[in-house]
């Protein structure tokens, strides 16, 4: 299976991109965090580095940027509409159903649902594009 790293590199760093411009308190980190009843100084205490935080949630873009690119060489899909609808297929019926599951049993409110899914949905709809456009 021949696969282009330089693209699956690129979703990885372009999903990051998104996900720091996402939770911007510009973007949707003011309603995300007024939404779970938190502040900015309430996340600083969480114990976790922000660092650590960065280098996770890369590995699982760089992940999801693997399993996609793994998912459109045995289906190539044939262009950039079928990419993207495989892309959104394969979030909902990965992460958005875990997620689903998850957020129920957390008692997570609507609003913050939303709010993180959306970003996911985002994120797998621009790896899909890039992975579409530079394979």
Do not use: C
């Not at 973007?27 to 969480?46: C, E, I, N, Y």
């Amino acid at each position: 299976m021949d696969l282009n790293w330089i693209a699956i590199i690129g979703a990885a760093i372009g999903m990051q991109i998104l996900g720091a411009l996402w939770w911007m308190p510009f973007m949707f980190g003011k309603p995300w965090m007024r939404a779970m009843g938190v502040t900015q100084h309430d996340l600083s205490l969480s114990g976790v580095p922000t660092g650590l935080a960065y280098a996770g949630a890369f590995n699982a873009n760089l992940l999801i940027a693997i399993g996609l690119a793994v998912l459109f060489a045995l289906v190539s899909p044939a262009g950039l509409i079928m990419a993207l609808l495989w892309a959104a297929g394969t979030w909902l019926a990965f992460a958005l159903s875990v997620k689903t599951k998850t957020s129920l049993f957390e008692g997570r409110t609507l609003p913050i649902f939303l709010i993180s899914e959306g970003q996911e949905l985002a994120a797998f709809l621009l790896a899909g594009g890039i992975l579409s456009v530079f394979t």
